[in-house]
């Protein structure tokens, strides 16, 4: 390592210090799980140093996760909590490169444990997995065991954080060997790059964007909402937009005018899908295209004013009750739409104006269409209406509804979050027992095209609610 500090090129922009990490958790969620075992490797012209420390999490330690690591409840019952050696941890990475294999993971963790326990963390990172691929795009697999295999390294004590602490700076002092000092050098130049910015966006509120999943905002002067989106990994995407500003027409406008970020963390993929869908409706942001609000959503309702008559009543979506009526089909954007979708149905399986109600006629007179050979005749006799009504159902199938599928509400769980929804209505968020139930006193919100359809593909991961526990006792 030494030797790779002092002949290096010189317009080699590195560091002169180099902080080798793994650490070891509960789970893989950097917000909901936490630390139990930390390992740094420090390196600097003085040499290299190993340190590291058992972490009591303050919270079970699953029992696959202690087969995997080793690392048992026992074990961390009297290790330090994070916060005990938070300052020492800040001491030992300050200043260096954050060296580590998947190290979003990685970093990901330390930053909410140092929130948690009131520091502030920010420093350069080095992916030794995006490293790997870019020296080695030949191969398939990049995990740390990959890289054991093939670059010959020695293990010690996998899974544990100093081991592979150990396995990561073996894999660096390999590529000081292996390759040209110049590809290594141009390499981790472009990983670690700062990403360029808009002109307007201070470059602080950078460092504390999120890497979860979540919503962003990107406002512009005067607070004006410019875009709203979501993603699985904010940052990466946030930033996507200004990488592309010099090539998308779009996105250097959206880059010029952004002032200022905000982001909503959620616990999973389908909050933030309705989050997003939520926002750009309240919102209405410039650059946004899709999911606007329309307040003249309907639907066609199928209405049986006589046995096996059925015939098609238009039903704006303000005048659903807190339960959807059977036979509905849609939602259609605007009245016009479901009355242009219906009458193309009529054309094509030969339906009947008059019992649409698309024009109105004499009882026993023929209808429009009729006369042109596009209507089978049940308007003046020569075919049953239930069999017009049985064609009708079938021309509409693909725009049912779909029943809400539960007898009452249901709710999805993601991360710590807790989604209550009812009659494909989202009801809201919650974290906890009494703040769900708290949700079944809000006034019920009007429905909504784009909530159905993240929720439609949902059902499976949907559990019908418990009574209340007080009407249980």
């Known amino acids: 390592m030494i030797h790779f500090l002092r002949n290096r090129p010189r317009h080699f922009m590195t560091f002169s210090a180099l902080a080798f990490v793994d650490l070891e958790t509960t789970g893989a969620t950097a917000t909901a799980d936490r630390i139990t075992e930390i390992g740094i490797i420090e390196v600097d012209e003085n040499g290299m140093r190993e340190w590291s420390t058992l972490v009591n999490p303050g919270t079970p330690i699953p029992s696959f996760i202690e087969s995997l690591t080793g690392i048992s409840n026992a074990m961390v019952a009297d290790a330090p909590a994070f916060e005990e050696v938070a300052e020492e941890v800040l001491a030992r990475l300050d200043g260096r490169l954050f060296v580590a294999h998947n190290a979003r993971f990685d970093y990901g963790f330390l930053k909410n444990e140092f929130k948690r326990s009131g520091h502030e963390f920010r420093t350069t990172v080095l992916c030794t997995v995006k490293l790997s691929r870019k020296l080695f795009p030949q191969h398939a697999r990049h995990n740390l065991d990959s890289l054991v295999a093939r670059h010959g390294l020695v293990v010690s004590a ?89 090539a998308v027409a779009r996105e250097m406008s959206l880059a010029q005018q952004v002032r200022r970020i905000e982001c909503i963390e959620t616990g999973g993929e389908i909050g933030a899908l309705l989050k997003e869908a ?26 049986e004013p006589r046995p096996g008559e059925w015939r098609p009543r238009l039903l704006p979506a303000s005048e659903l009750g807190a339960r959807l009526p059977e036979h509905l089909y849609g939602p259609f954007k605007t009245m016009r739409e479901a009355n242009r979708t219906l009458t193309e149905l009529a054309k094509e399986h030969r339906l009947c104006h008059a019992l649409l109600g698309v024009e109105r006629v004499k009882p026993g007179k023929p209808c429009f269409a009729h006369q042109l050979q596009q209507c089978k005749g049940v308007c003046v006799g020569k075919e049953p209406v239930s ?18 599928p539960f007898p009452g ?47 439609q593909k949902a059902v499976e991961r949907m559990v019908p609610l418990a009574p209340a526990p007080a009407a249980r006792a």
């Open 387 to 404: 069999f017009h009504s049985a064609r009708l159902m079938a021309a509409l199938g693909r725009q049912r509804l779909a029943p809400w």
């Open 158 to 246: 996998r899974h544990r954080a100093l081991g592979d602490a150990r396995l990561i700076h073996q894999f660096w002092s390999q590529l000081q060997r292996d390759v040209e000092p110049d590809v290594l050098a141009a390499t981790v130049r472009q990983l670690t790059a700062r990403p360029s910015l808009p002109p307007n966006l201070d470059p602080a509120a950078i460092d504390e964007l999120p890497d979860g999943t979540g919503v962003y905002l990107f406002y512009g002067e005067n607070n004006l909402p410019l875009y709203v989106g979501k993603s699985k990994e904010l940052k990466k995407r946030i930033l996507s937009h200004f990488a592309a500003d010099h």
């Open 409 to 455: 509400p249901v709710w999805i769980r993601e991360g710590d979050e807790v989604h209550l929804i009812d009659q494909w209505r989202h009801l809201g968020t919650a974290r906890c027992e009494a703040d769900l139930y708290a949700l079944l006193d809000n006034p019920l919100p009007d429905f909504d095209r784009d909530s159905y359809r993240i929720l």
């Open 278 to 303: 939520a926002l750009i409706k309240s919102l209405q942001p410039i650059h946004n295209r899709t999911l606007r609000r329309n307040d003249d959503l309907c639907f066609w309702q199928l209405i």
